[in-house]
């Protein structure tokens, strides 16, 4: 199974290292609810990109492009 979804990917990351939405906002220096929207692409501008790349390496996911 290929899994695309980045949303999906974060989600399966954070439950396998128990890792909760307010410890991901503190990764980025944001709030929890910001930090759920840039996961989900809700907001999607050149700095929401880089809170997901950050995202993305504190939770070892690798992401092969960015749309």
């Given at each position: 199974m290929q899994i695309n979804e980045f949303s999906e990917m974060v989600l399966i990351h954070m439950n396998r290292q128990n890792k909760t939405w307010k410890y991901l906002a503190s990764v980025i220096g944001k709030s929890p609810t910001y930090?759920?929207?840039v996961v989900?692409?809700?907001q999607n501008g050149k700095a929401a990109k880089?809170?997901?790349?950050?995202?993305?390496?504190?939770?070892?996911?690798?992401?092969?492009?960015?749309e």
């Open positions: 930090t759920k929207q989900n692409g809700f880089k809170y997901r790349q950050n995202i993305a390496e504190d939770l070892n996911i690798f992401i092969a492009r960015e």
